[in-house]
């Protein structure tokens, strides 16, 4: 086993190491190669030396530079070292992190970061949580403690009961929800479509005076940090007229909530405490291996009531058994490396971390507009639109800084136009990084117009 971990280990150290010199995007020809694992299902075991040889010779060429300074696709946060390692070790535990009896380490290493991150999101003290796989889910989870609290005000038990002959629940969603917290809905039996849009102004913010009348089976459902834009719904004036009206207000703050971690973005954050429930991302901003999210609840005994799961052979003792809380019984223990990243970085690192990227994005924002480019957001955050002209102008240079090789970035759709999408979420990129990478774009578009 020694000398298969330390191979391992010496192989992803040396991928790390290439990985601020190599491609972005993967050459076509490292894509064609991956034919080397289609064949059919082996008759016999293969040795593990020779099945890690396989993944790295083939497979590390053909991965998309993700974990590098320079990939800005998406919104996709790196793996900090402290977080990769732990990984490591947490796949060496194979702990199964359903409840405490069976991993007294993995089910503290949640009850600790829980208390740390409800500080450094600035939520109130005592919410609930459930560590799941990514910001879907954390929606999903969220979603489903407040159907179950808003049923309950009129005397439904949605969990027992299911939702067939239920009270209706009205949903309220801004023109610019993250189409994965419209799936989280369809999930939920509470519809994709059948839900009241609010309009929104031209940074895809919710007109809070345009918020249809609500009641106590309402839940509203906020963004903090649009996924083009960055920008935050207004979360005083939508939370008081909805909490005045006992409706339920989630805040999709996949990663925007890590705003209220900063000084210099605290206040963009301002007032969303004062919601029921938030969803964030641990694999984007906290920069954890995937996959990470969070679910936050106000109460966690609701959280409780929708996600407890009663078997009798799992007795469970007087700590905090992570299987109520979420919609997995056996997974494994995210905890871990949220810790390590949160002990890593303490909250002045992770500021730190969450600013550059911010300054980041305001560089090459000013850098790219300094070039004649049309920047189409307010930069508030970490994501910057940016238009070079005609829609086909702008997915060619897309297209050609990709090929380049450089820096990744990918298309996006705003307010009806096309544009190149900048979301800076790296622990590794720096200055340099996006001077680097403005040189390509403008290196590239020297070349398609
Ligand atoms: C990324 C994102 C999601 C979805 O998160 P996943 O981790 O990809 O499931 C939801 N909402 C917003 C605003 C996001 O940026």
Redesign the pocket.
Same mark, same amino acid.
């Given at each position: 086993m020694r000398e298969l971990l330390h191979s391992a280990a010496s192989r992803a150290a040396r991928y790390l190491e290439d990985i601020n010199d190599r491609r972005v995007r993967p050459s076509a020809e490292s894509i064609r190669a991956l034919n080397n694992f289609v064949e059919p299902f082996p008759d016999g075991p293969t040795d593990p030396d020779e099945v890690l040889a396989i993944l790295d010779d083939f497979g590390s060429p053909a991965t998309v530079a993700m974990a590098g300074p320079r990939f800005f696709g998406?919104?996709i946060g790196g793996a900090l070292p402290a977080a990769l390692a732990a990984n490591y070790l947490a796949s060496a535990w194979d702990q199964n992190a359903g409840l405490f009896a069976a991993t007294p380490i993995g089910a503290v290493l949640e009850e600790v970061s829980l208390a740390w991150l409800t500080q450094v999101l600035a939520l109130p003290a005592g919410t609930g949580a459930a560590f799941v796989? =990514?910001?879907?889910?954390a !929606?999903f989870t969220a979603l489903a403690a407040a159907r179950h609290s808003v049923l309950k005000n009129v005397g439904w038990d949605a969990d027992r009961d299911g939702l067939f002959g239920a009270p209706p629940v009205q949903v309220v969603v801004g023109g610019e929800v %993250?189409p994965?917290?419209k799936k989280s809905l369809g999930m939920l039996g509470l519809g994709r479509e059948r839900v009241t849009t609010v309009p929104v102004d031209e940074q895809g913010r919710m007109i809070a005076d345009q918020l249809p009348p609500l009641n106590g089976q309402a839940i509203v459902c906020m963004?903090a =940090? !649009?996924?083009n834009t960055g920008a935050f719904d207004p979360a005083r004036e939508i939370i008081a007229r909805a909490h005045a009206a006992g409706a339920w207000v989630h805040v @999709?703050g #996949?990663?925007?909530l890590w705003a209220a971690a900063t000084r210099s973005c605290a206040h963009l954050a301002e007032g969303l405490a004062d919601a029921d429930s938030w #969803?964030t @991302?641990a %694999?984007?901003w906290l920069n954890v291996p995937y @996959?990470s =999210?969070i679910a936050f609840v106000r109460d966690p005994e609701i959280l409780r009531a929708a996600m407890s799961i009663s078997a009798a052979y799992l007795t469970a003792g007087s700590h905090r058994e992570p299987m109520h809380y979420t919609p997995e019984l056996s997974r494994r223990a995210r905890g871990v490396e949220i810790w390590a990243a949160l002990k890593s970085l303490g909250r002045t690192g992770l500021a730190e971390m969450i600013e550059r990227d911010c300054r980041c994005a305001r560089r090459f924002a000013d850098g790219l507009a300094a070039a004649g480019f049309e920047i189409l957001n307010d930069v508030v955050l970490n994501q910057v639109l940016v238009s070079f002209g005609t829609a086909d102008t702008t997915t060619r240079v897309i297209e050609a800084i990709q090929a380049e090789g450089t820096a990744w970035c990918g298309p996006t759709y705003w307010q009806g136009r096309t544009a190149m999408r900048i979301s800076v979420c790296s622990w590794r990129t720096t200055e340099a990084d996006v001077d680097r990478s403005i040189n390509a774009i403008l290196r590239v578009t020297g070349r398609v117009d």
């Amino acid at each position: 086993m020694r000398e298969l971990l330390h191979s391992a280990a010496s192989r992803a150290a040396r991928y790390l190491e290439d990985i601020n010199d190599r491609r972005v995007r993967p050459s076509a020809e490292s894509i064609r190669a991956l034919n080397n694992f289609v064949e059919p299902f082996p008759d016999g075991p293969t040795d593990p030396d020779e099945v890690l040889a396989i993944l790295d010779d083939f497979g590390s060429p053909a991965t998309v530079a993700m974990a590098g300074p320079r990939f800005f696709g998406f919104v996709i946060g790196g793996a900090l070292p402290a977080a990769l390692a732990a990984n490591y070790l947490a796949s060496a535990w194979d702990q199964n992190a359903g409840l405490f009896a069976a991993t007294p380490i993995g089910a503290v290493l949640e009850e600790v970061s829980l208390a740390w991150l409800t500080q450094v999101l600035a939520l109130p003290a005592g919410t609930g949580a459930a560590f799941v796989t =990514g910001g879907t889910m954390a !929606n999903f989870t969220a979603l489903a403690a407040a159907r179950h609290s808003v049923l309950k005000n009129v005397g439904w038990d949605a969990d027992r009961d299911g939702l067939f002959g239920a009270p209706p629940v009205q949903v309220v969603v801004g023109g610019e929800v %993250h189409p994965s917290l419209k799936k989280s809905l369809g999930m939920l039996g509470l519809g994709r479509e059948r839900v009241t849009t609010v309009p929104v102004d031209e940074q895809g913010r919710m007109i809070a005076d345009q918020l249809p009348p609500l009641n106590g089976q309402a839940i509203v459902c906020m963004q903090a =940090g !649009n996924v083009n834009t960055g920008a935050f719904d207004p979360a005083r004036e939508i939370i008081a007229r909805a909490h005045a009206a006992g409706a339920w207000v989630h805040v @999709d703050g #996949a990663f925007g909530l890590w705003a209220a971690a900063t000084r210099s973005c605290a206040h963009l954050a301002e007032g969303l405490a004062d919601a029921d429930s938030w #969803a964030t @991302d641990a %694999h984007k901003w906290l920069n954890v291996p995937y @996959d990470s =999210g969070i679910a936050f609840v106000r109460d966690p005994e609701i959280l409780r009531a929708a996600m407890s799961i009663s078997a009798a052979y799992l007795t469970a003792g007087s700590h905090r058994e992570p299987m109520h809380y979420t919609p997995e019984l056996s997974r494994r223990a995210r905890g871990v490396e949220i810790w390590a990243a949160l002990k890593s970085l303490g909250r002045t690192g992770l500021a730190e971390m969450i600013e550059r990227d911010c300054r980041c994005a305001r560089r090459f924002a000013d850098g790219l507009a300094a070039a004649g480019f049309e920047i189409l957001n307010d930069v508030v955050l970490n994501q910057v639109l940016v238009s070079f002209g005609t829609a086909d102008t702008t997915t060619r240079v897309i297209e050609a800084i990709q090929a380049e090789g450089t820096a990744w970035c990918g298309p996006t759709y705003w307010q009806g136009r096309t544009a190149m999408r900048i979301s800076v979420c790296s622990w590794r990129t720096t200055e340099a990084d996006v001077d680097r990478s403005i040189n390509a774009i403008l290196r590239v578009t020297g070349r398609v117009d």
